[in-house]
């Protein structure tokens, strides 16, 4: 009787290492569970039955290694029929890489207790290595089971190799094996079976849900359903009804607005909901001094959606709508509103705002002020580096001082758009003074009234809570600030978080979106609660109704908007009447309210007061949510992906015709796959061989990709210059000072462009105010002498000289300069 074993190509030596692989390979897997509850048990309080959840998912387990081993199997036979002497190499090196990426997830997941998945495909490789840098630790303890389990791998082959495996039982494996593989399709842990996202990512395994995520977003991308409806899906008449209007004192004349967006700040840490409080003393109090919303929503479960949700009410397009860099469609934003009617609008962030392209889209909303990671000067400390020697950026305490000295320099009777992002209340949590916030921390949980196993969930987490104090305290020196300007009386302020805190478990599925909201000013004619849902989403929409209805002849307002959103629900009792869609990660548009009723992995909840759910069965009104869901995908990707949000201008049209342009030359030139710096180069390159026209043509792509590239607009500017063309060449060279007034290069173009004219004074204008930001700055230093030898000031050009070589003895400008004094 033939057995499994004759219908494998497989000579007897090649079978038993199969064998031993095979079996090495399952064994690994229960090890590798058993190291994962250990992991995640160790850094989480974890809920009752967790541990249930885990051991249970053991077998399914077994039976998903035993399909991949069926699999590995199927194509070891393959192999051994084409490069018979390199199968078992082949093989076993792909097993170990799967290895190493199987631990690798688990390493994620035992750090921020969120699964890995298609969200890992909608960032750069710059923009993933600093995420993961900040969310997980790379010290001995996380490196060191990368490389054990492969060893133990390869050892544990090596060991049963010894072993002389019987026919008998190499068929019953075989047979074992097969078995298992077919189970596994029925064993498979489902969403729709877990009531709770933590449930489901406990169980789950980590490899499984990855690959199969990533596969599914894949082949997504190569379907989708044809749109048939309005050219423009979310156009319509700014009709949003003011109802701000009735709870604050019309001011004299256009109000400041102070927008403070807190990393991770979920509702759930602010009172009056907070399941983990305490930790939020400065908000708790101003929350019962403003127009508080109990029950807001975010838009997605991460920060890349905050900004177009909060001042745009835009749609998300795939991956997010910022993801779509400079080919986003036109639209109009809070930002752009205020700016255009005469606000100065300015962005205030302690890191690299390039990260989810938020820089180009503040650049679309014609953004005033741009204040990030690369304006601090040197006597701002960033924030300890962590492993792999990442920061974050800089403190949100000296962010707002930072801030403060621009904002001292502007005119009270200019209206303003002040927007601040905080970032300490972010993986890994460093904040300065983390022995003072020790202690405050201790403090206060001997304050709070809390059972044993809620206060070892603060215990187990004691830098996040501590983070949280730090964010508050910075926060309330914020408005201490604030409360010290002449135009404070006429300043509304907003305070939202962007999604919710990620490492605490969730409550429920609407958790991840649940934030504080609550708008404070000395405007306010009392304070109010407001229990009806409401969103992101309906922010601009309402700040627009209030200025228009108070102030409509002083501020443009476009005839067409594309708001998702309307109106905030002032309901004082609980009602949810809001359509929010939730992008959960980028490329992950899951989860749907529509009134009081939100789905999510297929499953049917009621929302309720204290933003709890309640799960419900009601296949029609679930058909219902989910067509509603599905039309408003294919409207977002249409709309976002046509460039049909409002009609465009002629002079938006020209630009988009000039885009394509710059597009289809890149396409000729076989450019379009790099990066800026290559791309930099080419130009560089390019504007030395006197192809100027060449060099602006990619230098132009290169600014649409990143407008911050100062490098790249002052080479642009320079172009202009040689080419004899001054004066937009000077006009290029303000734009950069406008942008950074302390990068110094610019007043090198500066200096250069008028000593090419001929105009000394100029020069030596644009390099005192350069050397006021940098006296030691040697480029500019030979730049003043240069300039005082042309003005026939032989002394003042000899100090200068002087001065430069002590700083750069080998500076060839310089030594040449002397010469010529010398000489003359």
Not at 208 to 235: I, K, V
Not at 304 to 311: E, R, V
Request: hydrophobic fraction near 40%.
């Amino acid at each position: 009787m033939k057995t499994i074993l004759d219908h494998l190509p497989f000579s007897d030596q090649e079978l038993k290492n199969v064998t031993s692989t095979m079996v090495t390979f399952l064994l690994l897997g229960f090890f590798i569970r058993i190291y994962e509850i250990l992991l995640v048990s160790q850094n989480f309080s974890l809920p009752e039955g967790s541990f249930l959840i885990y051991f249970k998912a053991l077998i399914p387990d077994l039976f998903l290694f035993a399909f991949w081993a069926v699999i590995l199997i199927a194509i070891w036979a393959i192999l051994s029929k084409l490069i018979p002497n390199y199968a078992s190499k082949n093989i076993k090196a792909l097993m170990v890489l799967f290895i190493v990426i199987y631990i690798a997830l688990i390493q994620y997941f035992g750090e921020v207790l969120v699964l890995l998945g298609v969200d890992l495909w909608a960032y750069n490789i710059t923009e993933i290595g600093d995420t993961v840098s900040t969310s997980v630790s790379f010290g001995f303890t996380e490196i060191a089971p990368l490389i054990l389990f492969p060893l133990i791998f390869l050892f544990g082959i090596r060991g049963l190799n010894k072993i002389e495996f019987k026919p008998a039982f190499q068929n019953t494996f075989l047979i074992f094996l097969s078995v298992c593989a077919i189970l596994s399709f029925f064993t498979y842990p489902s969403k729709e079976d877990h009531e709770l996202e933590l449930t489901y990512a406990l169980s789950v395994n980590k490899a499984s849900y990855f690959f199969g995520e990533t596969a599914n977003h894949f082949l997504s991308a190569l379907t989708y359903d044809e749109y048939s409806g309005d050219e423009y899906p979310f156009m319509r008449v700014p009709d949003t009804e003011d109802v701000l209007s009735p709870f604050l004192n019309k001011p004299d004349h256009l109000p400041n607005f102070v927008f403070v967006i807190v990393e991770g700040l979920g509702g759930t840490v602010v009172d009056p909901n907070a399941s983990y409080g305490g930790f939020t003393p400065f908000l708790d109090s101003l929350s019962n001094e403003s127009l508080n919303w109990t029950h807001f929503l975010s838009t997605s479960g991460r920060s890349f959606n905050a900004q177009p949700s909060i001042f745009g009410s835009l749609p998300y397009a795939n991956s997010g709508f910022m993801d779509l860099g400079y080919r986003m469609p036109e639209h109009h934003s809070l930002i752009s509103i205020l700016d255009n009617s005469g606000y100065h609008t300015g962005y205030f962030g302690g890191y690299d705002t390039s990260f989810d392209n938020l820089d180009l889209f503040l650049e679309r909303q014609g953004i005033d002020l741009l204040v990030n990671a690369s304006r601090f000067p040197d006597q701002y400390e960033r924030m300890d580096e962590i492993e792999g020697g990442f920061s974050w950026g800089y403190s949100d305490h000296d962010l707002y001082d930072f801030a403060f000295s621009f904002l001292n320099e502007f005119q009270s009777n200019t209206p303003r758009l002040d927007i601040f992002f905080t970032l300490n209340f972010h993986e890994p949590f460093i904040i300065p003074e983390s022995q003072q916030f020790d202690l405050i921390f201790e403090q206060r949980l001997e304050t709070l009234d809390l059972p044993d196993d809620h206060k070892q969930m603060y215990q187990n987490h004691p830098e996040l809570f501590k983070a949280l104090l730090y964010t508050d305290d910075s926060i309330r020196q914020l408005f201490d600030r604030y409360k010290q300007r002449d135009d404070f009386a006429n300043t509304i302020f907003i305070i939202t978080g962007d999604h919710r805190m990620v490492p605490i478990p969730h409550r429920d599925r609407i958790d991840r979106y649940y934030v504080p909201f609550m708008i404070y000013s000395p405007l306010l004619k009392e304070s109010k609660t407001f229990k009806g849902v409401s969103s992101h989403l309906d922010i601009a929409p309402t700040l627009m109704a209030y200025l228009r209805s108070n102030f409509g002849d002083q501020i443009i307002t476009p005839e067409n908007v594309h708001w998702l959103g309307g109106e905030l629900s002032t309901s004082v009792t609980f009602e949810a009447q809001k359509r929010v869609p939730f992008m959960r990660t980028k490329n992950n548009l899951a989860d749907y309210l529509s009134g009081e009723y939100f789905i999510s992995d297929n499953r049917l909840y009621r929302l309720n007061e204290g933003m709890l759910l309640g799960e419900i069965q009601d296949d029609e009104i679930k058909d219902r949510l989910y067509k509603e869901f599905e039309q408003f995908k294919i409207r977002n990707n249409y709309a976002t992906s046509k460039n049909k949000l409002i009609r465009l201008t002629e002079e938006q049209k020209r630009e988009h015709e000039t885009l394509n342009e710059e597009i289809e030359f890149l396409r000729n030139e076989n450019l379009t796959g790099l990066g800026n710096s290559e791309l930099f180069q080419i130009a560089r390159d390019s504007a030395f061989s006197t192809n100027y026209s060449y060099a602006r043509m990619v230098l132009r792509h290169v600014l649409r990709r990143s407008p911050n590239y100062h490098d790249a607009r002052l080479l642009y500017g320079r172009t202009l210059a040689w080419g004899g063309n001054y004066e937009d060449a000077i006009s290029r060279f303000r734009e950069v000072l406008d942008r950074d007034p302390s990068y110094m290069d610019t007043y090198n173009a500066l200096t250069d462009v008028y000593y090419w004219q001929g105009e000394h004074q100029k020069s030596m204008d644009f390099v005192n105010t350069g050397l006021a930001y940098n006296g030691n700055y040697v480029p500019l230093i030979f730049r003043k002498a240069r300039t005082y030898y042309l003005m026939e000031n032989r002394d003042s050009s000899t100090v200068w000289i002087n001065k430069g070589l002590e700083l750069d003895s080998d500076n060839s400008n310089l030594r040449e300069l002397k010469e010529q004094l010398t000489e003359n």
